[in-house]
């Protein structure tokens, strides 16, 4: 293969694999690049979330805290005045006033109502005349009776008989005497109606929802109304809900056990009070927006690395079919058209080739020169059309002699051949020269008036040294070959015979 030719071919591969390299590092940059802003995007999103639904946890917990403010002033107050000695000395309406002053200033107000040790109703604030009435069943009252605790207690919620069976929490103190003991109670009842009016005001995704929860668990009031009746139930031992307990504030995503989304819970414990506000976001609801622009970005990305791969696949192609194209112009450029064995010109590359490496290595280097006999006057006898016959004939008998890729047979030039052996010694090459004259021989003739072929051979073996040229070689093995000749042809002669 010349030189020009091994050139363009080494080129066309390294142009190959830059292309390949370029277009695979452009590939892993653009989908890095897209996921690094993908990844970006969704946490974005996901922040941004994250700060609105806080904004509503503190906004709704600012108001329950002011709420409950409002109805525990008004039962310090119930309680202060319940206490003053003058009390019975004033008129009934006067007594009503004073005991429920502040409750008037309470939402959603269910009733305030004051008990004695017994849970016997004492006042109410929707009546100056009480009925006689007792309430020691209520868990607020028995909660304060049992417990020495001075802090707000805060219900369950429940039906209120009291309020047409409306669903109320009540609110309610403890009643100490100046020695500890217990004198009764104060409580208040909220319609939780009140929560879910200002609940209602604000802005959700479509699947999400707010809560308000007590610290033992217990679901107080939720918007939208919940589907499911396991939203009721007592979340004390929901993983979910023990997070709430142990971080106090903060968003996390986690799976829900009532309906089984992910969702994406942000939740404050409201100051000091036994009760957790929770606004939980459904995370299609969150990442829907980003997901269409996933989407979207993925599908264009999907578009743009497919047509990278086609058009790196589509010069690849053309780089392919030019170097095979070139290699077969290479091979037309050194193949003899008539036998398909190499041409002089390939012959003399190989010959400069293997001298070279027979340097290198102290290897021998064998050539073998031979023609066909009286092929002259086959031609003349037979005309030129079977003489090139005769030619391919004796062409494909030296490739089937021949079989080691590292050797090379050409057609030296019009009936005459050469075959250069690497790295073989003497003997190898007359024993190689003596089966390709033997095969020429036994050739069953073109047609039974026509007569057998015969070829002379010369043989040479070069041990090359330092100094040596090619040119012995050849002359050598031309010279054998033509004592072959003289000595009457059909015949091999070695160079070594003639020294």
């Not at 695979?24 to 690049?33: D, E, K, R, T």
């Not at 304060?144 to 008989?161: G, K, Q, V």
């Not at 996933?294 to 053309?318: D, K, P, Q």
């Not at 008036?449 to 051979?457: D, K, V």
Request: glycine share 6%; hydrophobic share 40%.
């Amino acid at each position: 293969m010349s030189m020009a030719i091994k050139h363009i071919l080494r080129s066309n591969v390294l142009t190959l694999r830059l292309l390949i390299g370029a277009t695979s590092v452009s590939i892993i940059a653009i989908l890095s690049i897209v996921s690094f802003l993908l990844v970006r995007e969704h946490r974005t999103a996901e922040l941004a979330a994250i700060r609105t639904s806080l904004n509503i946890v503190q906004l709704v917990g600012r108001d329950v805290q002011n709420t409950v403010n409002l109805y525990d002033s008004a039962l310090n107050a119930l309680i202060d005045v319940s206490k003053r000695s003058d009390l019975n000395s004033v008129s009934l309406p006067l007594k009503h006033m004073l005991l429920f002053d502040k409750a008037e200033q309470t939402p959603a107000n269910g009733g305030f109502y004051l008990l004695n040790a017994q849970g016997d109703l004492v006042a109410d604030s929707r009546t100056e005349v009480s009925p006689k009435e007792n309430f020691s069943h209520w868990p607020s009252f028995v909660e304060h009776r049992d417990s020495n605790s001075p802090n707000l207690f805060i219900s369950h919620p429940f039906d209120s008989a009291e309020n047409d069976g409306i669903c109320c929490i009540s609110f309610s103190r403890r009643i100490s005497g100046p020695d500890g003991r217990f004198l009764g109670v104060a409580v208040a009842q909220m319609k939780l109606d009140y929560f879910k009016t200002l609940f209602q005001r604000l802005d959700l995704e479509p699947h999400g929802f707010i809560r308000l929860i007590s610290t033992d668990g217990t679901p107080l009031t939720q918007h939208p109304e919940p589907a499911s009746a396991d939203a009721h139930t007592n979340l004390s031992n929901n993983p979910v809900f023990v997070r709430f307990l142990h971080e106090h504030r903060g968003s996390f995503i986690a799976l829900s056990s009532i309906d089984g989304e992910e969702r994406l819970y942000n939740f404050s414990e409201v100051g000091d009070l036994p009760l957790i506000v929770v606004v939980s976001l459904a995370t299609d609801d969150v990442f829907s927006a980003w997901r269409r622009n996933a989407i979207l970005v993925g599908i264009g990305t999907l578009l743009l690395c497919s047509a990278l791969l086609t058009l790196t696949w589509l010069l690849g192609r053309e780089l392919h079919l030019r170097q095979r194209a070139e290699r077969q112009l290479e091979a037309l450029a050194t193949t003899d058209p008539l036998t398909g064995l190499a041409n002089r010109r390939k012959l003399d590359q190989t010959l400069e080739q293997e001298w070279r490496r027979a340097q290198r290595s102290g290897k021998p280097l064998s050539l073998i020169m031979f023609d066909i006999d009286h092929f002259k006057n086959f031609n003349d006898t037979y005309g030129h059309q079977d003489g090139d016959e005769a030619l391919k004939r004796v062409a494909r008998t030296i490739q089937q002699c021949m079989h080691r890729s590292t050797d090379l047979a050409a057609r030296y030039g019009g009936e005459e051949f050469a075959v250069v052996l690497s790295d073989t010694d003497a003997s190898g090459a007359y024993n190689l020269a003596q089966s390709i004259r033997q095969a020429v021989e036994q050739l069953e003739p073109l047609t039974p008036s026509h007569r057998r072929l015969t070829t002379s051979m010369g043989v040479s073996t070069c041990q090359v040294k330092p100094g040596d040229q090619l040119a012995g070689l050849i002359n050598s093995a031309d010279q054998a070959l033509y004592q072959a000749k003289k000595a009457g042809r059909n015949c091999v002669i070695s160079a070594a015979e003639l020294s």
